[in-house]
């Protein structure tokens, strides 16, 4: 039988379709060919920038380990200070605000307070002080806090009368320029035992069974030693084992584990 024209059209569709995707295959395969450096460069690159390089961290947030032992988020490197005699920054200036770190209050010889900062004495720091006083009669010892919050004005007063008693280069290792003290903050206390009174303001009273009943127990009511022995390089100030600082239940149990002072568990020393 005699194939129509209109059968011999229809037999070369095929074909021609599949001539036509070869051609275009060839013609991608020549671009991709003489593309190929640029292409490969761009996904080297790529690589580059997302793959972390050697001994950097797979994320910026990543906690490290302090020398506690516990976790805590990378610290902001502390600005420098050039420091005079007396270990406070020669070019202090007066604070506009008081400085908290990590939710801590901080009054030493780096960070002062301003003149107005008059809070007296911190209510919830007196009704732990009173806890733990009642606690220590129970055990045999009247404590008695004999100095607690001081006005920027009266520190003033206090520190000149020491600087011209015993010159200030002694002053300023146990008594702090107006600002810079403690007792400002109405958190700290000066504690020693009744009818003991000839070894308050002495290392000898942390000798005493009183002294060594309160650093073992301060921490139970959110108090630390706050200038502990062999910790001048780092608080500024000599060994005071009378002045007991409150900074909370929590924070004080794990800077009594740690035997750090305030400033090296806060990395400000």
Do not use: C
């Not at 700290?188 to 000798?207: C, V």
């Amino acid at each position: 039988m005699r194939k129509t024209r209109g059968n011999r059209q229809k037999s070369k569709k095929p074909i021609v379709i599949g001539i036509i995707v070869l051609v275009f295959l060839i013609v991608v395969s020549i671009i991709v060919y003489i593309n190929r450096d640029t292409i490969f460069s761009a996904s080297d690159k790529q690589e580059e920038v997302t793959a972390p390089q050697e001994g950097q961290t797979a994320s910026k947030e990543e906690n490290i380990e302090n020398s506690n032992g516990t976790k805590s988020e990378e610290k902001k490197e502390e600005p420098t200070f050039e420091i005079d005699e007396g270990g406070y920054p020669v070019d202090v200036k007066e604070a506009a605000e008081p400085t908290y770190i990590d939710g801590v209050l901080i009054a030493n010889k780096k960070y002062p307070l301003p003149k107005d900062f008059d809070p007296g004495e911190d209510p919830e720091a007196l009704a732990a002080l009173d806890q733990m006083a009642a606690a220590a009669k129970k055990a045999g010892f009247e404590l008695v806090a004999f100095s607690g919050y001081r006005s920027y004005e009266y520190q003033t007063q206090l520190y000149a009368n020491y600087a011209n008693r015993d010159g200030k280069e002694a002053a300023d290792r146990y008594s702090a320029r107006p600002g810079h003290s403690e007792h400002q903050t109405g958190l700290a206390f000066d504690i020693g035992e009744k009818g003991q009174e000839d070894l308050w303001l002495t290392e000898e009273f942390g000798e005493s069974p009183a002294g060594k009943w309160l650093v073992e127990n301060a921490r139970n009511y959110g108090f630390i030693l706050r200038f502990p022995k062999g910790k001048e390089d780092m608080t500024g100030f000599m060994y005071e084992s009378w002045h007991f600082r409150y900074v909370g239940k929590e924070l004080a149990e794990k800077i009594y584990k740690t035997g750090l002072s305030l400033e090296e568990y806060l990395g400000i020393e």
